[in-house]
């Protein structure tokens, strides 16, 4: 099946600081990857969807100066959360289209930001 | 843009039992229906999906229902087993030939007891 990678799993930042969120697929190549934030008991919000070799496409609401998103190749999407607060620790999850699987999610990123 | 519900939030029955999770939609464009198993701490895991032109699907245990007309589809879990205890989330999302942003309903929490 289809696998993606995502590290790191925890991370703990100083406020102020900023924390960079990588997402591979693994056996295959993904042209779009999704980026999601889920807090505790919720559900996952979409954040933006990366699209590799052009600009992510944000939802409304979220800030693209402050969620950097880069999809530099098929199988690399990287979410560099800038001048972390408090309120940005959430778990941060990634999937991509995988054709055959369907879509498949990283084990996602959990940020506490201290 | 799309809408999920999903009931109920919570649920609880005993090993052995049947566990149905509910689901309606609001775009009637919609074709793609998957279903997550999320663990506690861990991305979400495919376990079924529908597409529209299918009524029902079954994988071992695990069954899936759609109603187009109704918009509404459903969850089946049969002879549940103390593993099966997790977050659920139903999705749904338009396959067009490139990939589409899921819309997560709001999870159901089984638990499934001795």
């Known amino acids: 099946g289809a696998v993606v990678s995502q590290h790191p799993s925890r991370v703990i930042c100083k406020s102020g600081t900023s924390v960079k969120i990588e997402c591979r697929s693994l056996?295959?190549?993904?042209?779009?990857m999704f980026w999601y934030r889920q807090f505790p008991k919720q559900s996952l919000m979409l954040m933006a969807t990366?699209?590799?070799?052009?600009?992510?496409?944000?939802e409304q609401g979220v800030e693209k100066d402050k969620f950097l998103i880069n999809h530099a190749s098929l199988t690399l999407s990287t979410l560099t959360v800038t001048s972390a607060h408090p309120e940005d620790s959430s778990f941060y999850i990634c999937?991509?289209?995988?054709?055959?699987?369907?879509?498949?999610f990283g084990s996602g990123t959990r940020l506490t930001v201290v | 843009g799309e809408n999920v519900e999903q009931h109920p939030s919570t649920l609880s029955v005993q090993e052995g039992d049947s566990a149905v999770i509910k689901c309606t939609y609001s775009?009637?464009?919609?074709?793609?229906f998957p279903w997550y198993k999320q663990e506690l701490g861990k991305g979400p895991q495919l376990i079924i999906d529908?597409?529209?032109?299918?009524g029902e699907k079954k994988d071992q245990r695990i069954a899936v229902t759609l109603n187009k007309t109704a918009k509404h589809f459903s969850l089946h879990i049969t002879e549940t087993q103390p593993e099966d205890s997790a977050v659920y989330f139903c999705?749904?999302?338009?396959?067009?030939?490139?990939?589409?942003?899921?819309?997560f309903g709001t999870g159901t929490r089984l638990q499934v007891t001795l």
């Open positions: 056996d295959f190549q993904a042209t779009t």
């Open positions: 529908i597409r529209s032109n299918v």
């Open positions: 999937s991509a289209d995988s054709n055959n699987y369907g879509y498949t």
């Open positions: 990366s699209n590799e070799g052009s600009k992510a496409t944000y």
């Open positions: 775009d009637s464009a919609s074709n793609y």
């Open positions: 999705a749904a999302s338009i396959e067009a030939g490139t990939a589409s942003k899921l819309t």
